[in-house]
Structure formats: C-alpha cells, structure tokens
C-alpha cells in the first residue's frame, strides 16, 4: 500500500521527538504527538464513514488541531477542503455545496449556521484551542489508521479560488501536485532538519498551508506556529526562527517598526515572499534595514509555486525570479496564443508536475485555462528578461490582490447592483499603504435615488468576507466606458488612485 503524500510528509514524524511545532507561549509538540493527534483524527474520520476521494470540508481557526486535520485527510486519502476563516453563511453554502463536502468541520459558535447550509453532511467542531467534537471523538484513540492506497495522481486537496465572472472554481490538487513541489522548494530553498520557520500566515490557502508547512515537513525542520501575524509576536520570536515566509503587508509593517532590527534578524537564513507583488522599494529598504534580501517568487492556487528567485544567486527587486526545476514558462499572446519573443509581455502559461488537474465539475473552465497539452494560462502578464528572470507586469484578468487575499471585483459589484438606489457599480484596486491594494466601490445611483450608504455597508457585511468589502465608497454620475460600452477601470483607477493615501 503506497501514499506518496503521507510516506514522505508525514509518515517520518512518527519517529520523532524533536519539537516540530512551537506555539507562541511556547507550548511545544514533537513531531510524534503531532502524528499520534492525526491518526486519532483520522480515525474519527474513517468512523464517520468518510473513504477516499470523500471531501472534508474546514473553516477553523489555526492551531495544531487544524494542522492536523490536514495530515488525517492525506492519511486517509479523504480530499482536504480548507476555508477562510472570514467566509460568511453565503459563501460558505456554496462551497459546500458545490464540493458536496460529506463532513463539515467548524468553530463551535458557528455549529448551527453549518447544520443548516450542509443538512446531508456530518458536522463536527474544533474552535481556536483545539477543542470541540472533533477532539472529542479524537481523544484517547490509539488504534493506528493505516494510510489509504493514493496514487500521485489522485486528489489531496480542493482549494477554492474566485472567478472572474464572480463564481468561485475549486482547484484539484493531486498528491503529485503537492509532493513535487514541496520537494522542489525544499531543495531550492535549502531547507534542512535544522531549520525553524516562523508560521504566522493563514493555513486555509496555498502559501500557508502547502508552500510554508509542506516544506518544512519534506526537510524534516520545525516550526513556530502563531495564529496569526501579530506584530509584538513576530518581533519577539523572530531571533528564536531560522525562516519566514510573508506576504508583503508582513515587510511592510515589519519596516514600520523601528523594533525590527539585525539584531532581531541575527539567526535568520530567509526571508520569502509572494501572494502579491513585492515593491522593489520595499525589498532595498529591507536590505538596508537588516542585511537580508528578500526572496520573492511567484505562485497561484492551481499550480502551487512557479518561479523563485535564487537562493545563491542573484535575487533582483521587482523579479519573480526564474522558472523552478520541472516548470516550464512561457510568454503567449493574449488573443492568438502564440508563443511571444523573449523579451515581449503576454501572458504567462506554466507547465510541470506542479499544475493541477482542473476544476471541480466545470469542464468548460477547465479547458478554457489548462490546454491540452498541459500549460496553465495564469491570467497574470509578464516578461521574461535577457538573464530568464521573469517579471510580472500586470494582470489579464480582474482581479484585487489585498494583503495577500485576492477579491474578485465581479463578485462584489454583483452585490452592490442588488442594493437599493443602486443602478450599477464597479469595484476597483488602488494602492493602500499597508495591504498594497485597498478595495474601492464607485456607485452610480438609480435615478432620482440616493444610496444610503450605512446600509449598503452593513448588507455587504453580513454576505462577504471581511477582505473583500469595500474600504472606500464614491458616489459617481456615471462609469467612464469605452466605444464597445465596457466599464475602463484604467480611468477608474487614476481618478480614485489616491483614496488611501
Ligand atoms: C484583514 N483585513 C483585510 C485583510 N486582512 N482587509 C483587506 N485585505 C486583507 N488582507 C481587514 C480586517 O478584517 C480588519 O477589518 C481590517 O482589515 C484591519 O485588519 P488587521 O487587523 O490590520 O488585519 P490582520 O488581521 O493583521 O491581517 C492582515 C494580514 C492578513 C496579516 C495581512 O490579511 C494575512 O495574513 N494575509 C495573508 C493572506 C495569505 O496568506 N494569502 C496567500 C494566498 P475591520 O477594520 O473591519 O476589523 S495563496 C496565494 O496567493 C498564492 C498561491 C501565492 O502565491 O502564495
Ligand atoms: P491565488 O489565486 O490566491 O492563488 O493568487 C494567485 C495570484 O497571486 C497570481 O496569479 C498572481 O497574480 C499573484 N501573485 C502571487 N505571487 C506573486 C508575486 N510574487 N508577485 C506578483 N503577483 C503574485
């Protein structure tokens, strides 16, 4: 019987006593505990009825537990589905539906709302501490679940990411999607048994979950495991870590705090960065600052990571670096497809071990972004220069990015539309000094209408995440559009462009 994923993540944890997770009170769980907390949890979910290729469902606040939740799923081939934690009753029902999940795990305070948005499914909970049915049902269980036959190519995870025309896709994730690329980052990234990552990003998304976690469990390394990116936290614990992995919005309050010195840094060997474009001026102020230059690479939901800058080499601002070992990167034409010459910007397309295997029950989707012979259109814009570092340059496709989070603007504005004294809206990214893109709605009132704006914010509260409401509001005659009658955002963007600032 063979699992790829598991013999190689997780399996090895059982013969260690080493710390592998350090909580911020310094609260610490060897390698085995943390094995011996996933077979009990995979045991709950084999007793539940759950068999591979089953999906499970999970918007729970981070913590061991959480983590755990991941390995049981990969232990017992169940499809490993993680959710925002800030995803409200409406986004929730459609992941759920949509995935058909059959078990539901959640925070215990939102039992009753889950229960009545997955009526066919079991629903367990696990809040903040680690406690809830789940570790209920998972306490005291020693009869060791034997991992369940995977093949590289059977499915590991869903991971939801939004569409452009305000409908989310669920990305398959096949045990080989996962296993190559965290072998691949550990090797590039020079991770090693000795290493202590500093883990304060969310567990619900890629960069959290497979790039950070997967690649330290593929070098053996450890981990100190904050809930999240506290400020004080990161400060106080960055001279106990080896490594950390951010988005931008981490740099950027890091350098806000004139705390964050070399001596915080002394025992660090890297610093990453990706979800979201990295200024250059944010990666040399960081070097001035600390001596360290930043290592940002380039990845998406789908194909987890695709370029990096290098570990000895050259890591240039404002580059994402150069196509990984096993990634193939090309340059295309939007319309036609074709390849473009080095040098030219178009469309970014990756090929390798590392892209998934389509979207969830949406063919048509499926092949309109993965072509037959394997690329994956990326919908981002970039060239690659003289020296094969590629540089994005823009995006094909309308997207936000916001600390990190991405937010389609289709979904939003479909929102917006429906309120009262709203004709129509469009929602646009300008730039925002702390999450480098700051949600803005600009609303044409219906005539003779004047939106009441208090409660367009409150209605949009209770239906979207958090990330995704509009910061800012502005009130307009109408949108600028071109000959064809499409909205220009461009025009949107320069005249709201300094809102945050
Ligand atoms: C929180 N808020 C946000 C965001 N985060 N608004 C917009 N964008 C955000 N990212 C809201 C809060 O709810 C709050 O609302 C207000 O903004 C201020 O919150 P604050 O306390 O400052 O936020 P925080 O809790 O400190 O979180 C900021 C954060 C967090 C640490 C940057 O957003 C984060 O951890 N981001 C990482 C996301 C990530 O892991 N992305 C990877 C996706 P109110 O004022 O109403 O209370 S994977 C991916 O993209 C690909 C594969 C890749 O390449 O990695
Ligand atoms: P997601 O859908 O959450 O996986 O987000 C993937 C998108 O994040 C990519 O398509 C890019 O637009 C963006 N992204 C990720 N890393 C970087 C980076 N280093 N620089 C610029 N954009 C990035």
């Known amino acids: ?102 078990l539901v795990v959640c925070d215990p305070r939102a039992e009753g709302r889950l229960r009545a948005i997955a009526p066919d499914a079991t629903v367990l909970t696990l809040d903040a501490a680690g406690q809830g049915s789940l570790s209920t049902r998972a306490a005291g269980r020693t009869d060791p679940v034997s991992p369940a036959d995977r093949a590289e190519d059977d499915l590991a995870a869903l991971l939801y990411t939004s569409g452009t025309t305000g409908r989310s896709k669920g990305a398959m994730l096949s045990q080989g999607n996962l296993l190559s690329n965290a072998l691949v980052l550990a090797d590039l990234w020079k991770f090693t048994a000795d290493d202590v990552l500093l883990h304060a990003l ?43 992995m951010g988005v931008p919005t981490f740099y950027t309050r890091l ?35 600390t001596g360290h230059r930043i290592l ?20 240039r601002a404002g580059t994402v670096g150069l196509p990984m070992p096993g990634v193939e990167l090309k340059i295309t034409d939007a319309d036609s497809g074709a390849e473009l010459l080095q040098g030219e910007a178009g469309i970014i397309e990756v090929r390798g071990a590392n892209v ?13 972004e993965l072509r037959e012979d394997g690329f994956f259109i990326t919908g981002d814009i970039g060239r690659v220069d ?36 709203v004709l129509e809206s469009a929602v646009i990214g300008v730039p925002h000094p702390d999450f480098g893109e700051g949600v803005v709605a600009i609303l044409v009132a219906a005539p003779g209408a004047t939106p009441d704006l208090q409660a367009i914010r409150a209605d949009v509260a209770g239906r979207l995440a958090r990330f995704k409401q509009p910061k800012h509001y502005e009130i307009v005659p109408e949108l600028p559009r071109n000959t064809m009658g499409k909205v220009q955002k461009n025009v949107l963007r320069d005249d709201w462009g300094d809102v945050f600032k």
């Open 202 to 244: 969310p567990i619900f998304h890629t960069h959290g979950l497979f790039v950070a976690t997967n690649t330290v469990l593929a070098s053996g390394g450890a981990m100190i495991f904050l809930p999240k990116f506290d400020l004080d936290q990161v400060l106080g614990l960055l001279p106990q870590a080896t490594s950390m």
């Open 296 to 315: 940002e690479r380039y990845g998406m939901t789908e194909t987890n990571m695709n370029t990096s800058n290098p570990y000895d080499g050259d890591r």
């Open 386 to 421: 003289a020296d094969g570092y590629v540089h994005i340059v823009g995006r094909a496709k309308d997207l936000i990015i916001s600390g990190g989070y991405n937010i389609y603007p289709k979904e939003v504005e479909l929102i917006l539309d429906e309120q009262d004294g």
């Open 1 to 102: 019987m063979a699992n790829p994923l598991f013999d190689t993540l997780f399996a090895p944890l059982a013969t260690r006593a080493t710390p592998f997770l350090t909580m911020a009170d310094g609260t610490v769980l060897t390698g085995r505990d943390f094995l011996v907390l996933a077979q009990a949890q995979a045991g709950v979910l084999v007793e539940a009825g759950l068999t591979p290729g089953d999906r499970l469902a999970a918007q729970v606040e981070k913590s061991p537990e959480a983590l755990a939740l991941y390995a049981a799923c990969v232990l017992t081939g169940v499809v490993f589905l993680p959710l925002n934690t800030g995803y409200q009753a409406d986004e929730l029902e459609y992941f759920i539906t949509d995935s058909g999940a059959r």
């Open 356 to 368: 998934f295997q389509g979207y969830w029950q949406m063919p048509e989707k499926t092949a309109a």
């Open 255 to 289: 350098l806000s705090d004139a705390r964050f010195d070399r001596d915080v840094v002394a025992r660090m060997r890297l610093f990453t960065s990706g979800s979201a474009p990295l200024l250059a001026e944010t990666h040399r102020a960081f070097e001035d600052r």
